[in-house]
């Protein structure tokens, strides 16, 4: 019998579906934007399982676009207060946390029992997001990841069995983590038309100083987006578009 608080996905959603997410878990590294966002609407959806993984606390510059960022949650870990956010909308959700983040020693045990991956590391770990692709890739799981873009989104959705994240960003399966550290995720892997606001010069900028300028509605787009690709190939309904392919969305 469905609970009360998941009868209004009924109509949208059949009672097998909704049974399915209660015992679907998914894995999300990273919970400050995207990761944060995936996870609340994953919550209030139904979905069952919630590993969640990050290594940073909540600063006062988060408060701006980050799920459980407020401020009576500066200073706290980031996995601890979005788990106890989830658990005041889902009581019964299980939750794991990872509160070191994802790296080479935990990453298969992170995945291990996920039925699908979110990629939500910061920009800046792209080392770390190799790793988890690697080990999600030796698992047969679907990884996917999304990015905001001003008053828009991007969505991307790695295949176990489609183009991998070294082959779609330019750099060989071999090259090992430690010769990693340092890059990052080209701009232009997220989308060919980037707000006009984000002009070269900007980018090589915040890049160098580690500084994205993000807004709140960018911020909920993807997630939206993602979930909403991510709960629909669960349910067997709509497979998502698979890099090189990408969905996007934007206002500007």
Known sequence: MIKEQFVRNIGIMTEKEVEKLHRTTIAIAGCGCIGGFSAELLTRMGIGTLILADPDVFDVSNINRQCAATHETIGQQKVEALKN??????????????????????????????????????????????????????????????????????????????????????????????????????????????????????????????????????QALGPGALVSQLVLHLLDRKNPPIVPERFQLQFE
């Open 85 to 218: 956010h989830l658990l005041s909308i889902n009581p019964e959700l299980e939750v794991q946390c990872y509160s070191k983040g994802v790296n080479e020693s935990n990453v298969h045990s992170f995945v291990e029992g996920a039925d699908y991956v979110i990629d939500a590391i910061d920009y800046f770990a792209f080392p770390e997001s190799v790793v988890l692709h690697r080990a999600a890739r030796k698992k047969d799981l679907f990884v996917t990841t999304a990015v905001a873009l001003g008053f828009g989104t991007s969505v991307l959705t790695f295949s176990p069995l489609g183009m991998n994240l070294e082959e779609y960003v330019g750099i060989s399966e071999e090259t090992s983590i430690a010769d990693l550290q340092g890059q990052t995720f080209p701009p232009n892997g997220y989308s060919q038309s980037l707000p006009s606001y984000a002009t070269e010069e900007k980018i090589t900028a915040w890049i160098e100083n580690q500084t994205i300028p993000t807004i709140s509605v960018g």
